[in-house]
């Protein structure tokens, strides 16, 4: 069964810092393009960052030079590090793990954390 499971959110006030994580099992992690998306209320699901097995990684324009990702595959967990934040920046975060073969594509998610940004 796979599972990934987000840890790490919380309230943090304007220009703090947080770090995501993202622990995965089921799956074989190694090979997954590993994602973080955000939802705000009244907002559709967006992605924030993403990085594939080869390491390469984009990001949002709105989070490039604020938010790192990381994926440490020994651990099977992916890492958002988040700086600067902004009330903007209040969201559920959710991890995204895909894979696309000849065949399907994979694509699992997390049950989101809470992030809040306020003073």
């Known amino acids: 069964q796979v599972q990934l499971v987000e840890s790490g959110g919380g309230l943090v006030q304007p220009g703090g810092s947080l770090r995501l994580s993202c622990a995965d099992s089921?799956?074989?992690?190694?090979?997954?393009?590993m994602g973080w998306y955000r939802q705000a209320p009244g907002k559709q699901r967006e992605l924030v960052a993403a990085i594939t097995s080869g390491g390469s990684t984009n990001y949002a324009d709105s989070v490039k030079g604020r938010f790192t990702i990381s994926r440490d595959n020994a651990k099977n967990t992916v890492y958002l590090q988040m700086s600067s934040l902004k009330p903007e920046d209040t969201a559920v975060y959710y991890c995204?793990?895909?894979?696309?073969?000849?065949?399907?594509?994979?694509?699992?998610w997390g049950q989101g954390t809470q992030v809040t940004v306020s003073s």
């Open positions: 089921g799956i074989i992690f190694s090979g997954y393009t």
């Open positions: 995204n793990a895909v894979l696309r073969t000849a065949i399907m594509t994979y694509n699992y």
